[in-house]
C-alpha cells in the first residue's frame, strides 16, 4: 500500500512541477535573458503543503525574482489548485536551490587552484 501511496505522490510532484511551469510562463512576464527553473517538488504526506525549488539564472536576479513569485503566490496557488483539483487547498512554499551556483563556485575555485604554481 505505500508503494502505491508513494507512487502516487511521486507523480503529484511531476504533474504539480509541470504546472507550475505553465503558470509561471504566463504569470510572472519574465525578460528573455532570465531562466527560471523548477528544480524539484515535494509534496507533503497530507497534500496541505508543497516546497518548490526553483533555480534562477543569471543568479543576480534571484532575490527579484522570488520577491516577485512571493507577491503572487497566492494566485499561482489558486491557479494550480484549479488544474490539479486536490480536495485539499495546497499550499506552497518557494525555495531557492543553490546547487547550480555552488556548482559554478566550486568550479571557479578548482580553475583557480589549478593556476597556483607548485
Known amino acids: 500500500m505505500d508503494k502505491i501511496k508513494n507512487r502516487r505522490i511521486l507523480q503529484l510532484n511531476e504533474l504539480i512541477k509541470r504546472d507550475l511551469g505553465e503558470i509561471f510562463k504566463k504569470e510572472l512576464g519574465l525578460k528573455r535573458e532570465i531562466l527560471l527553473t523548477i528544480t524539484n517538488v515535494e509534496i507533503s504526506k497530507d497534500l496541505l ?70
Open 49 to 118: 503543503e508543497a516546497k518548490v525549488l526553483v533555480s534562477i539564472f543569471p543568479f543576480k536576479e534571484t532575490q527579484q525574482i522570488l520577491e516577485k513569485i512571493e507577491k503572487i503566490k497566492r494566485r499561482i496557488e489558486g491557479l494550480l489548485n484549479k488544474k490539479i483539483s486536490l480536495r485539499v487547498f495546497l499550499k506552497l512554499k518557494f525555495l531557492i536551490d543553490e546547487t547550480e551556483e555552488k556548482a559554478d563556485q566550486i568550479e571557479k575555485t578548482l580553475r583557480d587552484l589549478s593556476k597556483l604554481p607548485t
